[in-house]
Each structure stands twice: as structure tokens, then as C-alpha cells.
């Protein structure tokens, strides 16, 4: 019988890692010293792994409907809209991170729409981007690539929100639970490593999105492959 490892590389980076920071925080501040320990029995590190998975599905759920729902739809502007130069965010919000706003050439653009228009697709929005990305599953080495850019999103997105539970978890016992500095310590360090891997993600994110564009835009139609 084929024996086969039951997790992935995505969900040991991007499940297990942020389960272990949020459940390592807070047995600090509970003082139970669970993770802690010099030792591991195997039940121990079976119940230790499945306790940091399940909360690991926990955070890239809410970090999935707070950083894509409403940080980048709602806040920011979607890759499928900043990439094509419509971005929601304010002016200095652009100035602090416009590495994320940076439009396509207006070439790129054109190719884009002129090839989508005749699906009907003659605007940016959700239907162009399914359009290329449609284009995009027929070219192994796209995908390959969406592969990789999707592991590294969703590992920043989930580290992120990970991290600054983390911190707000570290800082509530520091400030209001005689907790001591090596807890506000903490408390900061992880708030910086959640707003460094949230930069991340956005870069990642924006990556994905670019990547089905520009493969779209600069591959042959399927008529002129077959000619």
C-alpha cells in the first residue's frame, strides 16, 4: 500500500507555522508550558500538531475574509483593478507601499483587453481576470508558477494575522496582567513581524494577479499556435 506523508508543504508553511505562534503566545501568558517543554512523548507531539493545525484553519479563514476581503477589496483596490490603474486607497496610503500599486504598462493593458473583448470582457474587473486565468491553466508552467506565488501569499497572510494576534495576546497580559518586559518585548517583535509578513502577502498577491495577466497578454492565441 502507497504510504504517502498526509500534509502538504502548504499546510506545514501556512497552517501549522501560524497555529504554532498563536497557540505558543498563549501558553506564555497562561504559563501552562505545554510547547514549552525539553521533551516530547509521541501523543504529546501528535496532539501538539493537530491543536496548531486546527487553530492554523481558524486564522487563514479570518485572515482570508480580513486581509482579501477588506483590506484588498474593500481598502486597498483588488490586483485584478490596481493592476490596470484603479486603485481605491488614499494618496498617502499609495505613497507608503506603491511597490502594490504599480499599474501594468498601458501596451500590456491594451493587449489584455483587445484579446479579452471578443468573450465579452472589455473592462478590468472579476470577469477579465477569470478570462486570463482560464488561459492560464492550459500553460504548465503558469500554473507552476501560481502554484508557487499561492504558498507564499497564503504562508505571509496567515503569518501575518498569526503575529498580530500574537502581539495582542503578549501586550493584554503585559499591560493589564502585571505580565513582565520580556512579554512587552515580545508583544513588539511579533507586531513587527505580522506588518512585515503583511507587506509580504500584498506583494505575493499582487504577484499572482500579474502573473495571469502578463502570461495572458504576451502568450499566442490558440489559432495563430495551430497555423
Not at 36 to 53: C, K, L, P, T
Not at 163 to 172: D, G, Q
Not at 189 to 211: C, I, P, S
Amino acid at each position: 500500500m502507497d504510504q504517502k506523508i498526509p500534509f502538504t508543504s502548504y499546510d506545514f508553511w501556512a497552517y501549522l507555522s501560524a497555529g504554532f505562534i498563536v497557540l505558543g503566545a498563549i501558553d506564555y501568558v497562561a504559563g501552562t508550558h505545554l510547547l514549552y517543554r525539553d521533551s516530547w512523548s509521541v501523543v504529546q507531539g501528535i496532539m501538539a500538531m493537530v491543536s496548531a493545525y486546527t487553530v492554523g484553519q481558524m486564522v487563514a479563514s479570518l485572515a482570508s475574509f480580513l486581509y482579501e476581503k477588506v483590506l484588498v477589496v474593500k481598502l486597498l483596490g483588488a490586483p485584478r483593478m490596481v493592476l490596470f490603474g484603479r486603485a481605491k486607497a488614499w494618496k498617502p496610503v499609495r505613497w507608503l507601499i506603491p511597490g502594490y500599486f504599480e499599474a501594468l504598462p498601458e501596451p500590456t493593458q491594451n493587449a489584455i483587453l483587445e484579446r479579452a473583448a471578443p468573450s465579452g470582457h472589455k473592462v478590468p474587473g472579476e470577469g477579465l481576470f477569470w478570462c486570463a486565468f482560464a488561459h492560464a491553466r492550459t500553460t504548465p508552467a503558469v500554473m507552476s508558477r501560481l502554484g508557487d506565488f499561492l504558498n507564499l501569499y497564503g504562508f505571509a497572510r496567515n503569518v501575518s494575522l498569526a503575529a498580530f494576534l500574537s502581539a495582542a495576546v503578549l501586550y493584554w497580559h503585559y499591560r493589564w496582567h502585571d505580565g513582565t518586559d520580556t512579554a512587552l518585548h515580545l508583544s513588539r517583535g511579533a507586531f513587527v513581524v505580522g506588518l512585515g509578513m503583511l507587506l509580504r502577502y500584498l506583494k505575493f498577491f499582487r504577484q499572482y494577479a500579474l502573473e495571469v495577466f502578463t502570461s495572458y497578454a504576451h502568450s499566442k492565441p490558440e489559432a495563430e499556435k495551430k497555423s
